[in-house]
């Protein structure tokens, strides 16, 4: 059987996207959007006035 031409299974689809949903929620829980934002503001050696981010 050739794989290029199989279809993905709905039910396997649906699982994943859950899986991924539920990871997200955790992550969501542990770290906030402005803390995120800025760490990732650091990663790529962004310069930002903390005081004008979030105002």
């Known amino acids: 059987m050739d ?3 199989t279809k993905p299974c ?3 689809l649906w699982i994943t996207w859950l899986f991924v949903l539920t990871k997200q929620l ?3 829980a542990k770290e906030d959007f402005q803390k995120e934002y800025t760490l990732l503001l650091d990663k790529h050696e962004v310069e930002y006035d903390p005081k004008y981010v979030w105002d």
């Open 3 to 5: 794989l290029s031409e």
């Open 10 to 12: 709905p039910a396997r």
């Open 26 to 28: 955790e992550h969501h």
